[in-house]
């Protein structure tokens, strides 16, 4: 009789090896998407091949974010290398004065000031996307209003009592918060089980524009995306190359496979 598994079962052994991986990803993934505060997070997904949203990108994260954080694990030169920039265009535009193309994107702020002033040291900004989450990013960004009672003038329905001020205020405008509805565990809104209208309960349920923005609603949603996209990016420069190796390797695994089974019949085909 032939020996081994036979080359079905030897199939569905791999697909099943192949789904366990993947599953818990996923899983955690879903997961991850509903952890927003009082709010679930917005969808988000991005896209490391748009060289033209991840440019707009690092320009916001310099004009805007670099004043208080850095991305201390990356450098200016790669970044340009990956984003497609020109080197002196990166260097007039975007590299402090006193920095040189191939330094680490840190900042001159001490952490001692940024401590006294802010009540926390601001946090490095390298690795936030894969600890928080781009959709936790992007919801964030999206959701400050005014609270007179903070020092900063303003809070976030994501993270409450931040001390972080509305950095990309002069984009968004300022908004407060309006009676809106009241959303369900699910994520859909809780309607009244007698007449199914909204429930209007939550103070903060909607937004209102008190002081506009440079940008309209749309333009800065796409602005915050270009952001948080460059984020993702910086989070793991590698992903894309990441996922074209990947591509080439499974297919080298499946071709093996084919050789690796035929020599396991040849092995067994003597044994009775």
């Known amino acids: ?67 208080c954080h850095s991305a201390q694990y990356s450098r200016w030169e790669r970044v340009a290398s990956d984003l497609n920039i020109p080197k002196g265009l990166m260097m007039d535009n975007l590299v402090y004065a006193d920095q040189k193309i191939g330094d680490l994107m840190q900042i001159s702020m001490p952490a001692d000031n940024a401590k006294r002033w802010f009540g926390a040291t601001p946090p490095d900004l390298t690795l936030v996307a894969r600890a ?13 209003y ?24 002069e984009l968004q405008g300022l908004q407060d918060c309006a009676p809106g509805p009241v959303l369900a565990h699910n994520g859909g809104i809780k309607r009244d ?8 309960d939550n103070p903060c349920g909607r937004y209102k524009i008190i002081e506009e923005g440079s940008l309209s609603p749309e333009e800065f949603d796409a602005a915050v995306y270009d952001l948080v996209n460059f984020l993702t990016y910086v ?14 390797v499974l297919l ?9 089974w035929l020599l396991n019949r040849e092995f067994w085909k003597g044994i009775h």
């Open 193 to 200: 089980p007698l007449t199914s209208e909204e429930i209007l």
């Open 132 to 144: 928080r989450s781009p959709e936790w990013l992007y919801t964030y960004l999206r959701n400050f």
């Open 235 to 248: 989070a793991e420069p590698m992903a894309e190359q990441r996922k074209e190796i990947g591509i080439y």
């Open 146 to 169: 005014v609270d007179p009672n903070r020092p900063v003038g303003v809070n976030n329905k994501v993270f409450k009592d931040v001390g972080m001020p509305h950095a990309m205020l």
């Open 1 to 67: 009789m032939s020996g081994g598994i036979g080359f079905w079962k030897s199939w569905g052994v791999f697909l099943i090896v192949v789904f366990l991986a993947w599953a818990p990803l996923k899983a955690v993934g879903a997961e991850s998407g509903f952890d927003c505060g009082t709010i679930h997070c917005d969808s988000f997904e991005a896209d490391l091949s748009d060289k033209a949203s991840l440019q707009n990108g690092v320009k916001l994260f310099q004009n805007y974010c670099m004043g």
């Open 252 to 260: 080298f695994l499946a071709f093996l496979f084919v050789w690796v």
